[in-house]
């Protein structure tokens, strides 16, 4: 069973910054792409970065230059640090399995931007 754990995620100031953790198990996660992506109140869901199996990692326009995806394939986790936190990025994180992230997602983490 694919089960996606996360943690981290909470309320910062705009500029401050963030670091949302999702723990893996139940699939090979060596050989898997993994995503998150995100929900903000009132509007669909927004692909927000990937990581391939290679561990090379992918972005959206809205978030590239201030947000980093990477994985420790040891603790089969992968991590989003968010960095220059805008209001605009406030919204309900998940990660998922997949680059896409269409695939099984985790319980989802709240990060609310606001000063």
């Known amino acids: 069973e694919v089960r996606l754990v996360q943690s981290g995620g909470g309320v910062v100031q705009p500029g401050g910054s963030l670091r949302l953790s999702c723990a893996a198990s139940g699939f090979n996660f060596r050989s898997s792409a993994m995503s998150w992506v995100r929900q903000a109140p009132g509007k669909g869901l927004e692909w927000v970065s990937a990581i391939n199996r290679d561990g090379a990692a992918s972005y959206a326009d809205s978030v590239k230059g201030r947000f980093t995806m990477s994985r420790d394939i040891a603790k089969n986790t992968v991590y989003l640090e968010l960095n220059n936190l805008r209001i605009a990025d406030t919204a309900m994180y998940y990660c998922?399995?997949?680059?896409?992230?269409?695939?099984?997602r985790g319980q989802g983490t709240q990060v609310t931007v606001s000063s």
């Open positions: 998922a399995q997949g680059f896409t992230g269409s695939g099984a």
